[in-house]
């Protein structure tokens, strides 16, 4: 069974995020890992799970690129600080939707 690693992109996007995924993906690849990439942040997590399989052919490119190949998202079911010192929890139901798409995938191997 190969290691496999999961990346998002999360908060909103910034300058250089595809070079971040493009160095996870070849890190990953001599480690001889897979990687899957959560599309929209946190919010690829959700049922039914959007995802991508990130691999060399993936990436090829996309330091040229703006923004982040996968998406990325500020809002939506995980903001979890609304600001100065206000906080709100993250409901128990979000947490286990997003855990139950990550087992998916150990029984995916």
């Known amino acids: 069974m190969k290691p496999r690693i999961g990346v998002l992109t999360s908060g909103g996007d910034c ?3 595809n070079a971040v995924l493009r160095g996870v993906v ?8 897979d990687v ?12 039914p799970g959007n995802h991508v399989i990130l691999d ?6 996309i330091m040229a690129l703006g923004g982040t190949i996968i998406g990325t998202t ?6 979890a600080k609304t600001g100065a010192g ?5 409901p128990a139901h979000v ?7 990550l087992a ?6």
């Open 74 to 79: 500020n809002r939506g079911h995980f903001v």
């Open 86 to 90: 206000d906080r709100t929890v993250v």
């Open 95 to 101: 947490i286990e939707d997003a855990k139950k798409i």
């Open 56 to 61: 060399r052919k993936s990436i090829d490119g």
């Open 36 to 47: 899957v990439g959560f599309r929209a942040g946190f919010e690829g997590l959700l049922p």
């Open 15 to 17: 300058p250089g995020l």
């Open 104 to 109: 998916s995938f150990r029984s995916k191997r």
């Open 26 to 33: 070849l890190a990953a690849d001599k480690l001889g890992w």
